[in-house]
């Protein structure tokens, strides 16, 4: 079975900065792939930031300068800095994984956390 759960999730200033993390565990070789997505109370979910297996990265143009995604594979885990936060981001954040293990490829959501930027 895989795992996958975020933390880091919280209530900020406008301004300020997080960093959530969203780790893999479990029957996993390595994470090949990961995305951070949010939705926001009465929006769609959207990508925010995705990483590949070789490193590259893209993002939304809402966040772009201010949010980086990172991967840790030693730890099978993948992190988003968010730095100059705005009231507009605030949201549940979900990381989806795409993972090797030994039963194949799989992509797995962990349950989310939640981001609250006060103005």
């Given amino acids: 079975q895989v795992h996958v759960v975020e933390s880091g999730g919280g209530l900020v200033q406008a301004g300020g900065s997080l960093r959530l993390s969203c780790a893999a565990s479990g029957r996993i070789f390595s994470i090949n792939s990961a ?3 949010r939705q926001a109370p009465g929006k769609q979910r959207e990508l925010v930031a995705a990483i590949g ?3 590259s990265t893209n993002y939304a143009d809402s966040v772009k300068g ?3 995604i990172s991967r840790d594979d030693a ?3 993948v992190y988003l800095q968010m730095n100059s936060l705005k009231f507009e981001d605030t949201a549940v954040y979900s990381c989806n994984a795409a993972v090797w ?3 194949g490829y799989g992509a ?5 956390t939640q981001v609250t930027v006060s103005s």
Avoid at 108 to 112: D, F, L
């Fill in 108 to 112: 797995h959501w962990g349950q989310g």
């Fill in 75 to 77: 730890k099978n885990t």
């Fill in 35 to 37: 995305g951070w997505y």
């Fill in 101 to 103: 293990g030994p039963l």
């Fill in 53 to 55: 297996s070789d490193g």
């Fill in 66 to 68: 201010r949010f980086t």
